[in-house]
C-alpha cells in the first residue's frame, strides 16, 4: 500500500548513457514534483506536473525532460547522463489545494555516474 | 524572491531532552503555509508538522510543536522528550497560497545521544 513510489531505488551507469526513473501515486492527488537533492542535501524543485500539465520547469539542462501519462505517474527521462547528475533524486506528490497541502514524497532514486 | 534560511547546520541532544530547531523565511505575501519534514538515515522524507499563516495559534504534533512568529517571520521546530528516532535531517519548507511552489532549506542535521 506504497503511497509514493519510485523505481528503481538505485541506478549505477555510465556517463553518457539515458536513463529514466518511475514514480507513480496512489494517493489520487492532482500535482507530482520531482526534486533532486545533492550531496549537501540541498533539495531543489526540477519540474512539477497538475493534472498532466506542466506547471513548474526550473532551471533544468533540456536533457532532463518529465512526462507525464496520467495523474498518477510522472516519468523522469535523462539524456547523456554527466557526473554532476549523481545525486539522490525524489518524486512527490500533493492535492493542490491554494499549496495549503503537504507533499508525500517517494523513497528517492540514488543515481550515481561513473 | 521566497527564501527560507535554516542556520544550524547540525544540532545534538541528549535523548529526553528538549531542543529547538531554528527556521526563518522571507516572503512579502500575508498567506501561506509553513513545514518540517524529517528525513532519516533511510532517506524517506516524513512530514512532522504543519503551520497555516493565518492561524496565531502554534501547531503542536505529539512531541513535536513549532514556535510561529508572523511577524518575525521564524518558524521553529521544537523537539521535546528526544528519542534516538529521532536523529535525522530536518528540513523547514515555504510555500505560498495560489503557488505550486515549495521552497525547502538546507536543513539541520539533528543527532540524538543515549
Known amino acids: 500500500d506504497t503511497a509514493v513510489s519510485q523505481t528503481p531505488k538505485y541506478l549505477v551507469t555510465q556517463m553518457g548513457n539515458d536513463k529514466s526513473i518511475k514514480c507513480e501515486q496512489n494517493l489520487g492527488h492532482d500535482t507530482m514534483y520531482w526534486y533532486k537533492q545533492d550531496s549537501k542535501k540541498f533539495l531543489k524543485i526540477m519540474f512539477s506536473?497538475?493534472?498532466?500539465?506542466?506547471?513548474i520547469n526550473e532551471t533544468v539542462p533540456n536533457r532532463f525532460s518529465p512526462k507525464s501519462p496520467d495523474k498518477a505517474h510522472l516519468n523522469l527521462h535523462i539524456n547523456s547522463l554527466e557526473l554532476g547528475d549523481s545525486a539522490v533524486y525524489f518524486c512527490?506528490?500533493?492535492?493542490?489545494?491554494?499549496?495549503?497541502?503537504?507533499?508525500?514524497f517517494g523513497d528517492g532514486t540514488r543515481l550515481s555516474i561513473l | 524572491a521566497q527564501t527560507v534560511t535554516q542556520s544550524q547546520p547540525e544540532m545534538s541532544v541528549q535523548e529526553a531532552e528538549t531542543v529547538t530547531l531554528s527556521c526563518t523565511y522571507d516572503?512579502?505575501?500575508?498567506?501561506?503555509?509553513l513545514f518540517w519534514y524529517k528525513q532519516p538515515p533511510s532517506r524517506q522524507m516524513i512530514l512532522v508538522i504543519r503551520q497555516e499563516a493565518y492561524k496565531q495559534q502554534n501547531a503542536t504534533e505529539n512531541r513535536f510543536s513549532v514556535n510561529f512568529q508572523k511577524a518575525a517571520k521564524s518558524f521553529s521546530l521544537k523537539i521535546s522528550d528526544s528519542q534516538l528516532g529521532d536523529t535525522a535531517m530536518y528540513f523547514c519548507a515555504f510555500t505560498g497560497s495560489g503557488t505550486y511552489k515549495y521552497i525547502f532549506g538546507t536543513g539541520t542535521r539533528l543527532k540524538v545521544l543515549a
Open positions: 512527490a506528490s500533493s492535492m493542490w489545494d491554494r499549496g495549503n497541502q503537504p507533499q508525500h
Open positions: 516572503t512579502s505575501e500575508n498567506n501561506y503555509y
Open positions: 506536473y497538475n493534472n498532466k500539465e506542466l506547471i
